[in-house]
T-cell receptor
């Protein structure tokens, strides 16, 4: 069974600094997708960034980037120039071919002014 | 483009009562998911539909939970009878059909259920 592990229940970062959230996953498949979702206190889950496993290049979306290490089954999220609005729960998710998604337990990010 | 709609947003009931949640996915999304999210935890998949068929309901407590998506669009999730441990946020999400590359899930705002 696929599992997604987020080993950091809580993280904090100073405003304007950089923070990295960790995620590892377990799979025997070679074709899959990885996502980072953000869930602010309002609880609407929104997509931050996605990575396709067959692409070696790390995905980037403005201040958000990933470090995708396929062999190590690692998928970390880097947030640069952190802003107060980045404070939220962040969930790492894995999608296999059948459209089934598996979520990690989340990392609560606090941004310190 | 309209997002995933859910209602009600909040519901408070007493244990042993029944409750139903409604979800309207994004137009054209064949796959619909219901998740249970207990405070401080990640979403746990309850059931996944592909059009009006069930793909995965392995974690759905079938003695008390039921869900349907009769016409392959809207879906309802029902709990009967509710227990205290059912207090959670129930999230609905939708996505395009499998095989369409890069498709992510789009989530609704959720329904916060409190069972007293």
């Amino acid at each position: 069974a696929q599992t997604v592990t987020q080993s950091q229940p809580e993280m904090s970062v100073q405003e304007a600094e950089t923070v990295t959230l960790s995620c590892t996953y377990d799979t025997s498949e070679s074709d899959y997708y990885l996502f980072w979702y953000k869930q602010p206190p309002s609880r609407q889950m929104i997509l931050v960034i996605r990575q396709e496993a067959y692409k070696q290049q790390n995905a980037t979306e403005n201040r958000f980037s990933v470090n995708f290490q396929k062999a190590a089954k690692s998928f970390s999220l880097k947030i640069s120039d952190s802003q107060l609005g980045d404070a939220a729960m962040y969930f790492c998710a894995y999608r296999q071919r059948g459209n089934q998604f598996y979520f990690g337990t989340g990392t609560s990010l606090t941004v310190i002014p | 483009e309209a997002g995933v709609a859910q209602s009600p947003r909040y519901k408070i009931i007493e244990k042993r009562q029944s409750v139903a949640f409604w979800c309207n996915p994004i137009s054209g999304h064949a796959t619909l998911y219901w998740y249970q999210q207990i405070l401080g935890q990640g979403p746990k998949l309850l059931i996944q539909f592909q059009n009006n068929g069930v793909v995965d309901d392995s974690q759905l407590p079938k003695d008390r939970f039921s869900a349907e998506r009769l016409k392959g669009v809207d879906s309802t999730l029902k709990i009967q009878p509710a227990k205290l441990e059912d207090s959670a946020v129930y999230l609905c999400a939708s996505s395009l059909a499998p095989g369409q590359k890069g498709n992510e899930q789009f989530f609704g705002p959720g329904t916060r259920l409190t069972v007293l």
